[in-house]
């Protein structure tokens, strides 16, 4: 019961996306600047949500599996983990509907009146924050129930050494693009104060971003120790999904941050862009189905 609930929720929430895309009208300044029709740009949007909404059903259908296998092994010490991974997949692929359909509805609203422009982009950059927030910490400390059902000198060897530089190389950038980003009071991307953006969004990101990339490692350092050939496979798949989708946040949000530069872009290349974080989340979501496939198999046999 609990399955097909998820499943009709989610399905419902993709399929309001869909019409949302198909019938809300584009930013008439959006069509001048890149000369086209409303009936075109319904068109564009409609070949990059119909692809978008095939990877959430197939991230919908890798979740669904990990949760089954998360059930049947609920009694055993790895069942924490699987657990809690299981919870994390599920808020980060049931926000993915969510996230966009709301963008969707607050571009329209703040379209026809300018002045809730500011109160919708703060609301939906924290909303767009709060959902990976939840989801990557449950991630992560489900990697890490994982790595503590081995043997302390396991754990401490699976810390990366590179880990600490990463993140400073990561929270150095992010906050170079956000304080050199050019500010217009007509076309601001946060309508906050730096210091506000910094604490409450750049900071939050930051540490996901870690936390979820050392959960990643985590799976894949746990996939190392643990026998049987499918098992590994399995948590091979979900520790490379799980990292391209870390990247593929990482790469949106400071995208969003120098949003301003991009449209200065031709329509051709901005598309282009557009479609390479369409195939990273293809690739992201659909390793984690693979993984939560082979460990369906594993049940099975």
């Not at 600490?164 to 009071?185: E, H, K």
């Not at 530069?261 to 990273?280: D, F, G, H």
Request: glycine letters at 4%.
């Amino acid at each position: 019961m609990r399955k097909k609930l998820y499943s009709c929720v989610f399905i419902v929430l993709a399929v309001i996306y869909v019409i949302l895309t198909a019938t809300l009208p584009t930013d008439p300044e959006v069509l001048r600047r890149y000369q086209i029709s409303q009936q075109n740009a319904h068109l564009l949007t409609l070949t990059l949500a119909i692809p978008m909404v095939l990877i959430w059903l197939f991230a919908l259908y890798g979740y669904l599996k990990f949760y089954d296998y998360s059930l049947t092994i609920r009694q055993s010490r790895e069942g924490r983990g699987f657990n809690r991974l299981s919870r994390g997949l599920m808020v980060l692929i049931f926000s993915l509907p969510f996230v966009a359909s709301m963008s969707s509805v607050f571009t329209y609203i703040s379209n026809r009146n300018h002045s809730l422009l500011p109160t919708l982009t703060i609301t939906r950059n924290y909303i767009s924050l709060l959902f990976p927030f939840i989801a990557f910490l449950l991630i992560a400390n489900g990697a890490e129930l994982l790595i503590k059902t081995l043997r302390p000198k396991t754990l401490h060897q699976a810390i990366p050494k590179f880990g600490l530089v990463a993140c400073i190389i990561l929270s150095s950038v992010y906050t170079w693009l956000i304080t050199t980003r050019p500010v217009s009071s007509a076309n601001d991307i946060y309508y906050l104060p730096t210091v506000l953006i910094l604490t409450t969004l750049a900071i939050p990101y930051v540490f996901i971003w870690c936390r979820g990339a050392l959960a990643a490692y985590h799976l894949y350092m746990y996939k190392s120790k643990v026998k049987g050939k499918i098992y590994r496979e399995a948590l091979n798949s979900l520790a490379l999904g799980m990292g391209t989708i870390i990247l593929l946040s990482i790469m949106l949000q400071l995208l969003v941050t120098v949003s301003a530069r991009l449209t200065k872009l031709n329509l051709s290349p901005l598309l282009s862009l557009i479609y390479l974080l369409v195939a990273l989340t293809a690739i992201g979501y659909g390793l984690i189905a693979r993984g939560a496939k082979k460990l369906k198999q594993i049940e099975e046999v």
